[in-house]
């Protein structure tokens, strides 16, 4: 813990978080209304497609975007390399809302929100369960992430005891920390395995499971390069990218691995023709394969590396990549048995783009009022 | 009244209790083989495919087990002995326990054991012996043109035989759709000018079992009534037992939900038809046609084994201007409701897809994404430019 963060010394209500305020604030009149009047008089899912974009973005999308926690403490404290340890807390930041608030949106997808408790009574527990799998873990590792956080907390009001005692502790709960979204990541690709042929063949294979938590890997680290970029160059601060860069090859190498074992197994399995048909399940495979080799082939060559601009944009288009794989799996590549349509209603984006909207105004809150970033100089005025 | 009623045998009072007390694996005859118990387990199942009660049931033992078995005289017209052989084919009962126990046929004309003038004095014998108490079953048509030569016995004409019988029949009973209304050599251009028993004897009652050929039950169900009672069981205006022709086949069919689904078979051996699709298209007539068969079936080897459970279209055999009227294969004329002209979409979009509001707030977010992003590069592509030397 060589290194020290500090708060960033910027006004908090700034044009930008007044927006995201407004955002939020329609979100919730829309929340009110699903309480008030029920899933059907806000969103369009229906008994062909129970999952909406409530689950699929918000939830699958959403803590797949939040494993930069997971993916920094597998690199910082599994395979000790300390000198990462600069991105790990805007990393753990990013990671406590994004699954924070996905574990939230679920219970506004939850038809009977009230039993959700029951959840974690140990005699009700079907332990055969995917869902349950993914609820406890979920539910365990947003706990355990606010602890992995605790620090900066604890740092900032000086109750230094308190934190001496977590950190002497938080090698069990950084262990935790790499094994629950190894463990709900891919059970997120385990819970497609039930859809069988109901899921087109160019997503539904046997290693979802695998796909699902290596993307997840390559998501985390990829959204530490795209958050520590967007802060740097937002706020004029000293850029990471020196850091960032030599990561890069971790990412790059990730998402080449990724492609190449999905395109292996598709050809082996014989199913790739599916993906010559033309049609729009063909056309977002590839959109999201190729945008997964851009990523690849940028992040590991060495002048795509080095410049900024370029690894910014490969870590975007991985992102992009990773959150239509999701999008596809649950939504595009899955025909349910009847003639069923589903597109999002207007209130059901509103909310997601309203959960959307309270992480990034959450996430700049933090960054203001805690010791998360290493680049933030103490600023004068802010002593 | 009620006491001319009760002597008058259809409500003749029995005493269930000593009825029920009686052994009932005793023979009901001697020689015959035939237990109580089982005449008893008979007579209720009768009673149940008439919808009577099992007290009914009980009187018809009673009256099956009566000393003095009922007589029968059988007589065959124009015909291919099919209700006969029909008959022959029931199991509960077997003919023969029907006519050696129940009732006695004292004259059939295919059946009977003796030949020539003994049988037919043997007959006449019978009808002067018990005449005003014997029951006339005719079977076949009856020819009428010239004179009736067209089906002789005995030198008589068909016509003088069914009127020489019913004179002193209690009842008349005729099976199949030829004794009914003429059957199938009454089609057109009917060279015999065949009718039916009916239209021969049009002043008495004549119960018309149609069929071809009739359920046995159907038939067996009739003379049992006909013999407990003392009287015809309630008849449409066809003349035909309420209790088996009082719905159409239609009404009962179990392929039915097809009809009103709009799932039909339009060719032999096609999907629909594999499927066991309605077969209202490929022209069955059950629609049109008043009969009890979906519901109690056929050859006594379960459910399902009747024309339209195997998958051919019923053609209609008990109605006279439906069976060897119509084409096999035309549409019946539906008597219940006509299938509608538009059939609920099985594929019926659900579900909302993309509303012009749900596409401009995806578009908005995408935009404002690229948006940010577009500014933040090309903030970045200003610094890569003068810091690139040093980052490289």
Redesign the interface.
Known sequence: MAHTAHRLARAVITPTTIVLAVIVAIAVYFIVQRYLYGLGAVT?I????PWGTWVVVDIVIGTALGCGGFAMALLVYVFNRGEYHPLVRPALLGALFGYTLGGFAVLFDLGRYWQAYNLVLPWYTNLNSVMVEIALCVMAYILVLWIEFSPTVLERFGWSGLRRFVERWMFVVLALGVLLPTMHQSSLGSALLVMGTKLSPLWFTVWLPLLYVTSALAMGYAIVIFEA??VS??FDLPSE??LLSKMSTVVGGLAAAWLVFRYGELIWRGDFGYALVGDLKAVMFWIENLLMAFAAIVLLVP?GR????AS??AA?ALLLSGSLYRLDSYLVGYDPV?????????P???VT?GVIALEILLFLIFIKAFPVLANARPAARNA | MAATRDQAGSSRRIDFEEVLSRDLDEPVKAGIGLSRRELMKFCAGVAATMGLSTAAGVRMAEAAEAKERPPVIWLHGQECTGCSESLLRSYHPTLESLILDVISLDYHDTLCVGAGHQALDYKHAMMEKHKGKYVLVTEGGCPTKDGGIHCKVGGKTQIELIKEAAEGAAAIISIGSCASWGGIQSADPNPTGAKGTQEIIPDKTVVKIPGCPPNPYNFLSTVIYVLTFGKVPELDQEGRPKFAYGRLIHENCERRPHFDAGRFALEFGDYGHRQGFCLYKLGCKGPETYANCPAIGFGDVGEGQWPVGIGHPCFGCVEKETAFTKPIHSLATVKTYAPPAAFPDV?????????P??AA??GG?VGVAVGA?AV??S???K??GSEGGE??
């Open positions: 369009n229906n008994p062909g497609y970029t967007v160059e937002s990218h020196s002048a080095a410049s900024k601009r910014f944009l975007v009847g003639n069923w349509h589903y597109f999002p209603s207007v059901e984006l509103m783009i | 594929d019926m979009a659900l579900g909302t897809g993309m509303s509001g749900a707030v995806v977010a992003g933040l590069l903030k970045m592509g610094k890569d980052q490289a």
